[in-house]
């Protein structure tokens, strides 16, 4: 029996606070292994971070782990000890870059010294300034950075340095998956380009051997990923390999969003009216009916509202569309 | 009404930020811009982030005041209005709609609000019926929003409602400043719509101000490529993205992420 790198099934996770239950993440199956790089679309509110803070195995307080099993490496992390989790899946075997992390740099500390807090923690031995620098060279390099930013303080670099120095911090025990949560979101086009191309460097390197990348932003997916699961509603409706997903799109929820990128095009503006999905995303603390894309789908029909798709493997090498009508 | 007037000139316009009183240090925000806006023309200022593209939006609405140059709307100098006269055929949507709105007060208050800037004095019957035919023409369902407080409504809702209050003051010229960066991908595509029906019927002139070089592309006329404070290329979209001359616009436009194609390293 293959061994897969990640291994997710039924996974479920909800939040649950004053506001009710948010059924954040609702059935999700999906496997990953090693040397693919998976995309993870959908809008905002999908459950795309939900999941990833779900597999990074410490979700934030009011995100409760439901159900299912998420296996890294065959270690199921819901169940092993708390203390291995820390210390033998958590950057060793996987790492989570989240939303933003590079606010997450402390802004009184040169990066070297934040470097050797990280590597303290983990090692329990403090390392020598010397041992930074050896220890960073070459996934800084990897990178696009050179070893002076260690010298520097967080605010002396641009958002696309630091958010680079947190991923050479996050990969720095060479994990066999980095889970990246939209690294270039808060980049401009030229420096988005740098960062997937930074993190296929890391890949090539064999820093890292494979990686989940979230991003609503399709054209970025479509750049780096070899394989794309569509979440919408805290489920996944469509996986494939990316470039079926894009030129052949199966079901209406993706069709819908990639008919409304807009894309440059240098040969010149593109013919007709972009269209959008109709509607808002719906409320996950009472999820529709059925399918739960039916409420703005073109083309539901009576029988939508209430036959509830199936759940999705996501397997790689497989092609599946989660819409009753496919 | 002709149709090709020009509406609001820029030029030589020039911000220059200094901080500090013994040794000053200065940035430069924009040097000599120049530029104009033709009504019912939507121009988009496309550049990376700290290109200046801001610094010169809020010269335009007159919220800092240039360092030199000239700004003129209508022919004359946008400093010689009276504020409201001037905020009344000049308004602006933010790329944060959730920061225009005050979380205490239902939606309404925004919209009702405009009407203080406007002479006429509208009666509160007349003001729901204005607001909610605007409300309407512009694809939402006043009772949908009406009634609602800010984060009960969706962003991309909220920015409609922030485009119907410009149009209720009747708002000669938008100023958008990234008004889609917030927005989903899915309903980024319904503003961008709306924002061109609005040139076609009421002949709104737009300055588009984006980093999003697919969106700048699909809306505008024309297109005026920032690159620190300094305006690199201008011109007629299809010439600029095209063709581009500047060696700044090309590596720009190459980095561009596309659908259909993928990147190539060298």
């Known amino acids: ?326 | 009404m002709k149709a090709n007037k020009i509406i609001l000139q820029c030029e030589g316009l020039t911000k220059i930020y200094t901080s500090g009183l013994v040794r000053a240090k200065s940035v430069v925000g924009a040097k000599n811009v120049s530029f104009d806006i033709k009504r019912g023309e939507i121009i988009s200022l496309v550049g990376e982030s700290g290109s200046g593209k801001s610094t010169v939006a809020k010269m335009i609405l007159r919220l800092i005041k240039p360092t030199s140059g000239d700004i003129l709307f209508d022919g004359k100098n946008i400093l010689s209005y009276d504020e409201r006269d001037y905020y009344r055929q000049v308004q602006a949507i933010f790329q944060d709609p959730y920061s225009a709105f005050n979380p205490f007060y239902k939606v309404d208050r925004v919209l009702d609000k405009a009407f203080g800037l406007l002479n006429d004095h509208h009666s509160s019957e007349e003001r729901k019926d204005i607001t909610r035919s605007t409300l309407k023409s512009i694809g939402l369902n006043p009772d949908e929003v009406l009634g609602r407080h800010p984060h009960q409504l969706s962003g991309g809702q909220m920015q409609r409602i922030l485009i119907a209050r410009a149009l209720v003051i009747g708002a000669e010229l938008l100023i958008a400043d990234e008004p889609t960066s917030m927005i989903d991908a899915s309903t980024r595509a319904g503003i961008l719509n709306l924002l061109l029906s609005l040139r076609k019927d009421k002949g709104l002139s737009v300055l588009f101000i984006t980093h999003d070089i697919g969106q700048a592309q699909y809306i505008s006329d024309r297109v005026i490529v920032m690159e620190k404070g300094i305006v690199v290329e201008q011109g007629l979209i299809d010439e600029v993205f095209i063709n581009p001359q500047n060696p700044y616009t090309k590596t720009l436009l190459a980095s561009v992420p596309r659908l259909y194609e993928k990147w190539e390293y060298d």
């Open chain 1, 1 to 326: 029996m293959v061994v897969h790198l990640l291994e997710i099934e039924d996974l479920k996770g909800y939040y649950r606070g004053t506001f009710g239950v948010v059924f954040g993440v609702d059935g999700v199956t999906l496997t990953l292994d090693s040397g693919e790089i998976l995309g993870l679309a959908g809008e905002s509110g999908c459950g795309k971070s939900t999941l990833a803070e779900l597999v990074s195995g410490s979700p934030p307080p009011l995100l409760h782990y439901e159900g299912g099993k998420i296996l890294v490496d065959g270690l199921d992390i819901y169940s092993i000890d708390k203390e291995v989790l820390r210390t033998e899946v958590k950057c060793k075997r996987m790492s989570y870059v989240p939303q933003a992390s590079m606010e997450s740099l402390n802004p009184v500390k040169r990066i070297r010294d934040f470097v050797m807090d990280v590597v303290k923690e983990r090692t329990g031995k403090e390392p020598s300034r010397e041992e930074v620098f050896r220890m960073t060279g070459e996934h800084l390099e990897k990178l696009g950075l050179e070893s002076w930013v260690l010298n520097c303080y967080p605010h002396e670099l641009s958002g696309g340095m630091k958010q680079r120095v947190v991923i050479g911090i996050s990969t720095l025990w060479n994990p066999k998956l980095l889970i990246i949560d939209e690294p270039t979101s808060a980049l401009d086009v030229t420096s988005q380009k740098l960062m997937i191309k930074s993190l296929l460097d890391l890949k090539q390197a064999r820093i890292i051997e494979s990686m989940l990348y979230i991003s609503h932003d399709i054209t970025s997916l479509r750049q780096l990923c070899d394989r794309c699961a569509v979440m919408y509603c805290g489920q996944i409706v469509e996986t494939g390999p990316m470039d079926d997903i894009i030129n052949d799109p199966h079901h209406p929820y993706t069709r819908g969003l990639i008919s409304s990128v807009v894309s440059y095009d240098p040969q010149g503006r593109q013919k007709g009216a972009l269209k959008s999905i109709p509607g808002e995303p719906p409320d996950l603390r009472n999820p529709p009916s059925g399918c739960r894309f039916h409420p703005r789908c073109p083309d539901a029909t009576e029988a939508c509202k209430t036959t509830v798709p199936p759940i999705l493997n996501a397997e790689k090498g497989k092609r599946e569309c989660a819409c009753c009508q496919y």
